[in-house]
């Protein structure tokens, strides 16, 4: 089975950055779709960002677009999300999903297979 792990999360000051991490274990490939998404405290889990197993199409929250870089290296099976000028309302749990399908990125969590255990990232005022 396939086992992904979220890493990078910290605390940082509004305007902040940080880059976040998802590698994969187990047997797998890289043409799985991947993506990310965010669960704050009494919220919907939300999609944040996703990309095709090509890396030739990549999608974006409308909150995050503009700010937010996601990234892959299939030969690793890692999965990368750079976030520049953060704030507060980006505070969450973030959560790399694997969809088992390449050609497409969807937004919605249950067209999502696979999920690591998410890392916390908290943007202070």
């Known amino acids: 089975q396939v086992q992904l792990v979220e890493s990078g999360g910290g605390l940082v000051q509004a305007g902040g950055s940080l880059r976040l991490s998802c590698a994969a274990s187990?047997?797998?490939?890289?043409?799985?779709?991947r993506g990310w998404f965010r669960q704050a405290p009494g919220k919907e889990r939300e999609f944040v960002s996703g990309?095709?197993?090509?890396?030739?199409?990549?999608r974006y929250a409308d909150s995050v677009k503009g700010r937010f870089t996601i990234s892959r290296d299939n030969a690793k099976n890692v999965v990368s999300l750079q976030m520049n000028n953060l704030k507060p309302e980006d505070t969450a749990v973030y959560y790399c999903?694997?969809?088992?399908?390449?050609?497409?990125?969807?937004?919605?969590?249950?067209?999502?297979?696979?999920w690591g255990q998410g890392t916390q990232v908290t943007v202070s005022s």
């Open positions: 999903a694997a969809s088992g399908v390449g050609g497409v990125v969807t937004t919605t969590p249950g067209s999502y297979g696979y």
């Open positions: 187990g047997r797998t490939f890289s043409s799985y779709s």
């Open positions: 990309i095709t197993w090509s890396g030739g199409n990549t």
